[in-house]
């Protein structure tokens, strides 16, 4: 697994998902974002886990996204909801367009 996203476990019932990129402000790429999914399916599996800590390492919490990590098309392989992050091509909205949906699970 990625070292982008480390996962420890400081006491009992505590997962603790750090992002290591503090080089870059822990910005996230699509690596990071994949790391991150990976992660978080892996504690919620785990049915010892009772609270999760998200932290960066570094000065930085998160800077937003690494836009140099999203030059290319996720590749097939990456999981669907990753790949579901970016729309390719990006959706393109005329001027004054605005949409909001809100739904609700007796629909």
Excluded: K
């Excluded at 080089?23 to 990976?38: F, I």
């Excluded at 392989?77 to 007796?106: D, I, L, Q, Y």
């Amino acid at each position: 697994m990625s070292d982008t996203v480390l996962l420890s476990r400081p006491e009992p019932g505590v997962a603790l998902i750090t992002l290591n990129r503090p080089e870059r402000l822990n910005a996230m790429t699509a690596e990071l974002v994949g790391a991150l999914h990976a992660r978080l399916d892996q504690v919620a599996d785990d049915p010892t886990v009772r609270v999760v800590v998200l932290t960066g390492a570094g000065r930085a919490f998160c800077a937003g996204l690494d836009l140099t990590g999203y030059g290319s098309r996720p590749p097939p392989s990456t999981p669907r909801r990753v790949r579901s992050a970016w729309r390719w091509p990006p959706r393109r909205r005329s001027p004054g367009s605005s949409s909001t949906s809100v739904g609700s699970p007796n629909r």
